[in-house]
């Protein structure tokens, strides 16, 4: 059976969506995304340059992908526009990933400031992926703003901490009718399983790629990884108890 | 928000000698292994004792780098616009009582420069002026933005310090970047070492990195002038001043510079030694402080220096420097100070390759 997904009205059959940055060659990027089996890469528009093609990151971007630019250098709701309409203008297409952030220590997103700029991207016919601090308020908000997918963080960006909102991110998935998608945050292949068993759409995985010693092995990894956590979503796994179940102490009387 | 000033005051009769002595191989490799440094936690990784902790520290300063930066060093080169100085900086190539030509930039020579430059596929620039409102007033720089824009994506200023509103006439021209080095932070040693001009205002100075956050700076690059100054002390005061600026603009990408004192016109012999292994201590020790902040490494340091480098903790590195005025047209003309590291931005790119780095000409887009 297909087991794919729809953003913007594509339809998207990797759950393993890659970033591009801190590789330590762009010419890494094609077996990465190959290997990773990716069909959506996020690329930063203040990287990239067609003025200098070998060292342009968006030329190593494989031509069956859709190129999801981001809007990182962004501090607020207009700054986030405005690279967002330059990235289209720039041939980028219309599929944008909002990161609005305000605070260069832990990176973490803005959430008013990204509910603004997605309402005004949407409302420009942008496919916008907004990357946020799992809140359900926010979420519902950014529902109503436009947004094709909700991007909550799994912990701060380049962290590897794992999946240290987890609880957050399980009510989005309960609640928001629209692909959750856990960004940022996943160091190891075993935390982005645990997102897709959880009932993620997707995951996007950047850092914990490019820093490791073999990014294409790791990308594979990860891969498989996202493969077998969504596998085990679909496959509904059993009840998890507290207790062993040999008995029933309050209720085993009622048994004839 | 306080100013830094006064954070710096708190300091003022602080007994760095005493604090040292105190330290101990116990506490060090507790602050190595933490993962959030307290200000004194930092004097600690400065202190003569942790220097037989250099290798751990180097470890944990590499892998914080790789964590947070990737495996990339940003490049960007320096344009002298003009060296006109009003101020007698006793160490500076470029103070008035130097006789040298003195030149600014026509804007036709500007954009020959840019041309030069932009060809190598730099994106990033930073401009440089001595301080001369009268012959570099803040209208030039903004006309020389204007034609730089055409050419790069970001434009950094290293000029004399402003006024709030003229930070803000620049960064609305196009300038997004921040360079200001207080030389040295010790308020004595400042005013032996600056004995003429309007650099004699030391808190003006120590304040214009705030004015410019506060005018909307995306990046600013703090640092002392190693060599003016008692190194460990110095360091510590960058640090806490990076730290200062990180806290009250979050938004601001926070970065220092150690540039150590290079021979110059005029012979001055610094008073303080800095050798490479302090170089490198101070640069762990910024690192394990404050793993997202930038640390800028120009080359005023030997090539062989700066391929080291590149693993401990380095973010942005200079390439195809000339520290003259229109020096890259023009071969006669006197630098600020000699250069240790004359690689092409070529050869920068294929030394970073070869480490399995990344040289990155662009990471921002004006908007």
């Avoid at chain 2, 308020?187 to 005018?215: I, M, T, W």
Wanted: one cysteine or more.
């Amino acid at each position: 059976m297909k087991d794919v997904f729809k953003i913007g009205g594509r339809e998207i059959n990797s759950r393993l969506l890659l970033g591009t940055g801190k590789f330590s060659s762009n010419k890494l990027i094609p077996e990465v995304v190959e290997t990773a089996g990716s069909q959506v890469v996020t690329i930063a528009l203040r990287r990239v340059d067609p003025a200098y093609e070998e060292e342009n990151i968006a030329a190593y971007v494989p031509g069956n992908c859709i190129l999801m630019p981001n809007t990182s250098g962004a501090r607020n709701a207009g700054e986030a526009v405005r690279i967002a309409r330059l990235a289209r203008a720039a041939g980028c297409g219309d599929w944008v990933k909002i990161e609005v952030i305000t605070d260069n220590r832990y990176l973490l997103p803005d959430n008013y400031e990204t509910v603004k700029a997605t309402e005004i991207l949407a409302s420009e016919g942008f496919v916008v992926l907004p990357y946020m601090s799992p809140d359900l308020m926010v979420a519902k908000k950014l529902v109503e703003a436009g947004a094709a997918a909700v991007m909550p963080l799994g912990s701060p960006i380049g962290s590897n901490r794992g999946l240290r909102t987890k609880e957050l991110i399980r009510i989005l998935i309960d609640e928001i009718p629209l692909p959750i998608i856990v960004d940022a945050g996943l160091g190891r292949p075993s935390e982005a399983a645990e997102a897709m068993e959880m009932g993620a759409a997707a995951v996007l995985v950047n850092t914990a790629i490019a820093t490791a010693s073999d990014p294409v092995a790791m990308a594979r990894a990860f891969r498989l990884a996202v493969e077998a956590g969504r596998l085990a979503y679909l496959a509904g796994p059993g009840e998890t108890q507290e207790f062993a179940r040999a008995s029933s102490p309050l209720t085993g009387f009622l048994r004839d | 928000m306080m100013s830094f000033y006064n954070v710096l005051g708190r300091y003022k009769n602080f007994d760095f000698e005493r604090f040292f002595e105190q330290t101990s191989d116990e506490s060090i490799q507790r602050i190595i292994a933490k993962s959030r440094l307290t200000e004194l936690d930092y004097l600690n990784l400065l202190s003569p004792r942790s220097e037989i902790y250099l290798e751990e520290m180097a470890q944990r300063a590499h892998r914080l780098t790789i964590q947070h930066f990737g495996r990339v060093i940003f490049l960007y080169t320096p344009l002298y616009l003009a060296n006109f100085c009003v101020n007698q900086c006793v160490y500076c190539g470029f103070q008035i009582k130097n006789e040298l030509k003195r030149k600014k930039l026509t804007l036709a020579e500007v954009a020959h420069e840019a041309e030069i430059i932009s060809a190598t596929g730099l994106k990033h620039i930073l401009i440089l002026t001595g301080e001369s409102r009268r012959e570099s007033p803040v209208s030039y720089i903004r006309e020389c933005v204007e034609v730089l824009k055409k050419y790069f994506t970001s434009i950094s200023v290293e000029v004399y310090p402003l006024e709030e509103h003229e930070y803000a006439e620049l960064i609305s021209a196009g300038v997004d970047g921040l360079t200001m080095y207080q030389e040295v932070y010790n308020e004595e040693e400042y005013a032996k070492l600056h004995l003429a001009g309007p650099k004699r205002d030391y808190r003006f100075r120590l304040e214009a990195p705030e004015r410019a956050c506060r005018a909307g700076i995306r990046t600013v690059n703090v640092g002392a002038l190693l060599g003016l100054g008692e190194w460990r002390s110095e360091s510590f005061f960058t640090g806490i001043h990076a730290d200062y600026l990180q806290n009250a603009f979050p938004e601001v990408e926070v970065s220092i510079s150690p540039p150590r004192i290079r021979p110059q016109v005029g012979g001055f012999q610094p008073g303080f030694k800095v050798t490479d292994k302090n170089l490198v201590q101070l640069m762990l020790a910024f690192r394990l402080y404050m793993p997202r902040g930038g640390i800028t490494i120009s080359t005023r340091e030997r090539a062989d220096l700066r391929d080291r480098l590149v693993k401990l903790g380095a973010t942005k590195m200079s390439a195809g420097s000339c520290t003259a005025v229109g020096g890259r047209s023009d071969s006669e003309s006197a630098g600020q100070f000699e250069i240790s590291d004359e690689r092409s931005v070529a050869e920068m790119a294929g030394m970073l390759y070869g480490q399995g780095y990344q040289p990155v000409y662009k990471d921002w887009q004006m908007l």
